[in-house]
C-alpha cells in the first residue's frame, strides 16, 4: 500500500515526495526511489522483492536455457542446445559484465542485497539482452546468407509513434512506445513504474518491471525528454567490448535537457550491438532519432510533425547493414513501420494521447491477426508520453498490453493523476471476441514455451481456433503443435482449414502446403503430399529448400520449432 517506506535509506535532507515508497494502482508496482545508485538499487530490491522473484530476472536469467529446451534446435539437440545456453550465460554474459561502469555495478548490488538475489543469476539476467544478440549475430555469421535461413530463434520489435505541433490538438509532444520483448508471463504481470530521484542528476519516471533498473528502456525526465530504444536483431554489426544496452539511455535522462545535450551523450558511448534510440523533447517540439551499430552510427532529427519506427534502420547511412534471413519477421518490421506511419499521417491534426493510444492497440490486417499487427505476442509494455504536462499513461492488463486501459501518472507530483481519464483507444482497435481469442494464442504459447506443457498448449489454440475460426495462423500452429504431438491426422485437419481460410501472403501459404504435405506423408498420403509439397514451392527460399527436399523423401517426423510471435517456423 502507498506509505510504505523504508526509513534507513532515504537522504536525512529529502522533502517528504522523495521518500521511498511503495504502492499498487490499476495492477502496476509504482515505486517511489532517491539517492545513490547503491541506494536506489537497494530500495527497488527490497520494495518489491517478492515481485522481482515473480519477474523477469529469473525468467531472464535462463531464458537460453529455455529457448534452447522449447526446440530451436530440433529434439534431438535440446540437451545439449540446453547446456549451450547455459554456458553463454556463463562466459558471454561475463564479458559482457565486465563493461559496465561502476556506478551500475553499484546499483546491481543495491538490487541484489536487498532483493536477496543471488549476484551470478542476476548478472546472467541483466546481460541476456547482448548474450542473445551475440548467439543470434554468430548463428548468422557461422552459417552465411544461403544458410541464414536455418536458424530458428524468436525474434522481436517494438514500436515508437510520435506527433507534434500541428498534427497533435494541443500542439504538445505525444510520444507512444510499444516495447515488445521477451517476458511474457514475467514482465507484463509485474510491470513497474519508478519514479527516480538520483543524487547525480534530475528525476526521472521510468516504465520498466520488478528487477530492472536503470531509465535506459523507456522513460521521461523533469526536462521534458522521452526516450525510447529499439532492438535491431537482423545486423550483425555487434562488439562485446561496448557497453551494454540500458545504461547510456539512463544517463541522457538523469543528465541531458535538451536534445543536443541527448546527442552528445549518445555520441560518447561505444555499444555492444545494434540499437536505436528515440528521444523527443517537449520544450523543442522535436524528434532525435540516434541509430547505432558496434561500428557506425546515424542521427537526424525528424522533419515533419509525425513520426513512426520500428526495428529497421531509417538512415540511409546504415543501408545494407541488416540481414532479411527471417522473411516473416521482415515483413513484419516493414509492414508495422508503414501502418503506424500511415495511421499518423491519416489521422494528422486530430491526434491526442488516445489516438495514439489506439494505433499502438492496432490488432493489423483482419485477414491475419499475426501479419502486420502493432499490438503482438510480446508487448509486455506500453506508454504514451504527454512531456509537456509531465504525464505519462501506462497500459495495463496481460501482453498484448496496448490492447488494454491506459492509467496516467504524474512526474511531477509522483503518483497517479487523479481525475485523468482513462485512455481506451487500443481496446477499440479489436473485437471483444479477438482479443479473447488471442489471449487464448497467448496462454498456449505461455503454456509450451514456460513449462513444456503440449496438451494445455494444444487446448488453448482450440480455443483460439473456436473464437476466430477465420483466423490462419491460430489453426497452422495447432497444425503444428499435432504433429509435435505424433497426431498427424489432427494435424492435416487444422493445417487444411489454415489453407482453407488463405493468408495475404502467397509466402505463408506455401508454408501450410509445406505443412500439410508432412502431415499426409506421415499418414502415408505419398500422393497428397507431393501435391502439396508442389505448392509449397511458391514460397520463401527456406520453405522452397524444404519442399524440394518433400517431393525427394517421404517425412519422417519430428517436432517443429514454432516461433510463436508470428505463428512461424523459420527453419522447416
Known amino acids: 500500500m502507498r506509505g510504505v517506506t523504508l526509513e534507513a535509506l532515504p537522504r536525512p535532507d529529502a522533502p517528504p515526495h522523495e521518500q521511498p515508497s511503495y504502492e499498487r494502482h490499476a495492477g502496476l508496482h509504482v515505486v517511489r526511489l532517491a539517492g545513490d545508485d547503491y541506494e536506489m538499487g537497494h530500495q527497488h530490491g527490497t520494495l518489491l522483492r517478492e515481485a522481482v522473484r515473480r519477474g523477469p530476472v529469473p525468467h531472464f536469467a535462463r531464458y537460453l536455457e529455455k529457448l534452447a529446451a522449447s526446440g530451436v534446435l530440433g529434439s534431438a539437440g535440446v540437451p545439449l542446445a540446453r547446456a549451450i545456453g547455459a554456458a553463454l550465460g556463463h562466459t558471454v554474459g561475463r564479458v559482457i559484465a565486465r563493461q559496465m561502469p561502476a556506478h551500475v555495478r553499484?546499483?546491481?548490488?543495491g538490487l541484489a542485497d536487498g532483493a536477496r538475489l543471488d549476484r551470478g543469476e542476476l548478472l546472467r539476467a541483466v546481460t541476456m539482452p547482448e548474450t542473445y544478440l551475440w548467439a543470434v549475430t554468430r548463428f548468422q555469421q557461422l552459417a552465411g546468407p544461403a544458410v541464414a535461413p536455418r536458424l530458428s530463434v524468436p525474434l522481436y520489435g517494438c514500436t515508437s509513434l510520435a506527433a507534434w505541433g500541428a498534427a497533435t490538438t494541443h500542439g504538445r509532444v505525444l510520444h507512444g512506445r510499444n516495447f515488445d520483448y521477451q517476458g511474457v508471463g514475467s514482465w507484463d504481470r509485474e510491470q513497474v513504474v519508478a519514479f527516480h530521484d538520483p543524487k547525480d542528476g534530475q528525476p526521472y519516471v521510468s516504465i520498466t518491471a520488478a528487477g530492472v533498473l536503470l531509465g535506459g528502456i523507456t522513460a521521461m525526465?523533469?526536462?521534458?525528454?522521452?526516450?525510447?530504444?529499439?532492438?535491431?536483431?537482423?545486423?550483425?554489426?555487434?562488439?562485446?567490448?561496448?557497453?551494454?544496452?540500458?545504461?547510456?539511455?539512463?544517463?541522457?535522462?538523469?543528465?541531458?535537457?535538451?536534445?543536443?545535450?541527448?546527442?552528445?551523450?549518445?555520441?560518447?558511448?561505444?555499444?555492444?550491438?545494434?540499437?536505436?534510440?528515440?528521444?523527443?523533447?517537449?520544450?523543442?517540439?522535436?524528434?532525435?532519432?540516434?541509430?547505432?551499430?558496434?561500428?557506425?552510427?546515424?542521427?537526424?532529427?525528424?522533419?515533419?510533425?509525425?513520426?513512426?519506427?520500428?526495428?529497421?534502420?531509417?538512415?540511409?547511412?546504415?543501408?545494407?547493414?541488416?540481414?532479411?534471413?527471417?522473411?516473416?519477421?521482415?515483413?513484419?518490421?516493414?509492414?508495422?513501420?508503414?501502418?503506424?506511419?500511415?495511421?499518423?499521417?491519416?489521422?494528422?491534426?486530430?491526434?491526442?494521447?488516445?489516438?495514439?493510444?489506439?494505433?499502438?492497440?492496432?490488432?493489423?490486417?483482419?485477414?491475419?491477426?499475426?501479419?502486420?499487427?502493432?499490438?503482438?505476442?510480446?508487448?509486455?509494455?506500453?506508454?504514451?508520453?504527454?512531456?509537456?504536462?509531465?504525464?505519462?499513461?501506462?497500459?495495463?492488463?496481460?501482453?498484448?498490453?496496448?490492447?488494454?486501459?491506459?492509467?496516467?501518472?504524474?512526474?511531477?507530483?509522483?503518483?497517479?493523476?487523479?481525475?485523468?481519464?482513462?485512455?481506451?483507444?487500443?481496446?477499440?482497435?479489436?473485437?471483444?471476441?479477438?482479443?479473447?481469442?488471442?489471449?487464448?494464442?497467448?496462454?498456449?504459447?505461455?503454456?509450451?514455451?514456460?513449462?513444456?506443457?503440449?496438451?494445455?498448449?494444444?487446448?488453448?489454440?482450440?480455443?483460439?481456433?473456436?473464437?476466430?475460426?477465420?483466423?490462419?495462423?491460430?489453426?497452422?500452429?495447432?497444425?503444428?503443435?499435432?504433429?509435435?504431438?505424433?497426431?498427424?491426422?489432427?494435424?492435416?485437419?487444422?493445417?487444411?482449414?489454415?489453407?482453407?481460410?488463405?493468408?495475404?501472403?502467397?509466402?505463408r501459404l506455401a508454408g501450410f502446403?509445406?505443412?500439410?504435405?508432412?502431415?499426409?506423408?506421415?499418414?502415408?498420403?505419398?500422393?497428397?503430399?507431393?501435391?502439396?509439397?508442389?505448392?509449397?514451392?511458391?514460397?520463401?527460399?527456406?520453405?522452397?529448400r524444404a519442399a524440394e527436399r518433400g517431393l525427394g523423401a517421404p517425412f519422417r517426423g519430428g517436432r517443429p520449432a514454432i516461433e510463436w510471435n508470428f505463428g512461424e517456423v523459420v527453419s522447416p
Not at 553499484?106 to 548490488?109: P, W
Not at 519506427?309 to 547493414?321: E, K, T
Not at 509537456?388 to 496496448?402: C, F, K, N, Q
Request: aromatic letters at 8%; a neutral charge.
Open 106 to 109: 553499484r546499483a546491481l548490488d
Open 221 to 507: 525526465n523533469a526536462a521534458g525528454l522521452t526516450l525510447v530504444v529499439h532492438q535491431h536483431m537482423a545486423c550483425g554489426e555487434l562488439d562485446l567490448g561496448g557497453l551494454p544496452v540500458g545504461i547510456v539511455g539512463d544517463q541522457v535522462m538523469r543528465h541531458a535537457r535538451t536534445l543536443d545535450d541527448a546527442r552528445r551523450i549518445l555520441d560518447d558511448h561505444v555499444p555492444n550491438g545494434a540499437w536505436t534510440y528515440v528521444v523527443t523533447s517537449a520544450r523543442e517540439s522535436a524528434l532525435l532519432c540516434y541509430e547505432v551499430t558496434s561500428r557506425r552510427r546515424a542521427s537526424f532529427v525528424a522533419e515533419g510533425d509525425v513520426f513512426a519506427y520500428s526495428n529497421l534502420f531509417l538512415d540511409r547511412r546504415l543501408d545494407g547493414i541488416e540481414h532479411h534471413f527471417y522473411p516473416t519477421y521482415w515483413r513484419h518490421n516493414v509492414s508495422r513501420y508503414l501502418r503506424g506511419r500511415a495511421m499518423l499521417e491519416q489521422a494528422r491534426g486530430s491526434i491526442d494521447a488516445d489516438a495514439i493510444a489506439s494505433f499502438l492497440g492496432d490488432a493489423g490486417d483482419p485477414a491475419c491477426r499475426l501479419r502486420s499487427s502493432i499490438a503482438v505476442l510480446s508487448t509486455v509494455a506500453s506508454v504514451v508520453f504527454d512531456a509537456g504536462r509531465g504525464v505519462v499513461h501506462v497500459a495495463t492488463g496481460r501482453a498484448p498490453v496496448s490492447s488494454h486501459p491506459y492509467v496516467a501518472f504524474d512526474l511531477t507530483t509522483r503518483a497517479p493523476l487523479a481525475g485523468e481519464p482513462a485512455l481506451h483507444g487500443g481496446e477499440r482497435r479489436s473485437t471483444e471476441p479477438a482479443r479473447r481469442a488471442f489471449d487464448a494464442y497467448r496462454e498456449g504459447y505461455e503454456a509450451h514455451f514456460h513449462d513444456a506443457d503440449v496438451p494445455r498448449a494444444r487446448a488453448h489454440l482450440d480455443t483460439a481456433r473456436a473464437v476466430e475460426p477465420g483466423q490462419p495462423v491460430y489453426h497452422f500452429v495447432a497444425g503444428l503443435l499435432a504433429l509435435g504431438a505424433d497426431d498427424p491426422r489432427r494435424a492435416e485437419a487444422c493445417l487444411a482449414a489454415a489453407i482453407a481460410c488463405g493468408h495475404p501472403d502467397a509466402e
Open 513 to 544: 502446403h509445406l505443412w500439410r504435405g508432412r502431415a499426409r506423408d506421415l499418414l502415408g498420403d505419398r500422393d497428397g503430399a507431393r501435391r502439396d509439397y508442389r505448392e509449397a514451392r511458391l514460397g520463401d527460399a527456406n520453405v522452397r
